[in-house]
């Protein structure tokens, strides 16, 4: 039993893993940048902006300031790739020199190309953790059979972050593939974009999941070229993340291929919803250049995301490359 976890990010997943700890800790510190939000989950113990239905465990309790997190064992940053660097350099001077900071972003730094992971361990000088699966929030903070991939290249740090999420029904698959499961994560969002794009053009199901089955083979290829391991592609953190990513609703990256699919252009600045994905696309084929692979799913979605090509005569390129 752990005294005190902490969890940076008050959003859907950041509440949703504060659910899922609750049991294997004292207290769940919640840090929640908006002191409205702080105070409803402290005054009724709901998170009215995200789960206004669910009553929240009594010992996660709401703050608002990082400095009362010096005590905490581990961390999680449940928050966007292009915080993380900035987080964990204001999180280093508070946290103690044994705190393990886990990793929820599923993306790279723009600029850098560098995994979350890498970004952190620059900032604090130490490994950090990462946690990747099929994990929907909505799911998750009800306690339902859930599962996730963690990795860690400090066994030691791995175990910590192993025994904070277990429960009888939250599985955890433990590795030290770092490199892989990240960039499950990463490629995810991809893959998320290419099927919701198919399903916007209304492209036939045969179709669809015989490029999925092509996409499939081609994130081994190109997690193998990265560093990792092609075997954690069959992990929760690839398999399953992409499954869920490509067939289900709730992926923000999967709505952006539909609607680019019917030729609706998102304005994101004006609309305000984040589409992590965009910014992979851009890193995905930067680096496929720099590491001279030939990516046909990374090119579909870059041409119609990012170029802006005819969806169905990017599709007829595609598929010429299955």
Known sequence: MFSNIGV????????????????????????????EIVNSINKTHFNRDYFPNIRLEENIIAINDLKELKDAELIFLTLPSSTIREVSRNLKDIISDDCVLVNTAKGLEKGSQKRMSEVIEEEIGRSAAVLSGPNIASEMVERTFSSASVACKNKEYLEKVNKALSTSKFKVSASDDVIGVEYCGVIKNVIAISQGICEGMKINDNARFSVFTKTYNETKDLIEKFGGNRSTVDDYCGFGDIITASTLNVSRNHTLGVLYGQKIV??????????????????????????????ATVDFTYDVIINRINPKKAFVKFWDKL
């Open 8 to 35: 940076v990010g008050a959003g859907a997943m950041g509440t949703a893993i504060s659910q899922t700890i609750c049991e294997n800790t004292q207290n769940v510190l919640l840090y929640a940048r908006r002191e």
């Open 266 to 295: 998102i304005d994101e600045k004006e609309s305000g919803v984040l589409f992590e994905g965009k910014n992979t696309i851009i890193i995905m084929k930067e680096l496929c250049e720099q590491y001279n692979i030939d990516c």
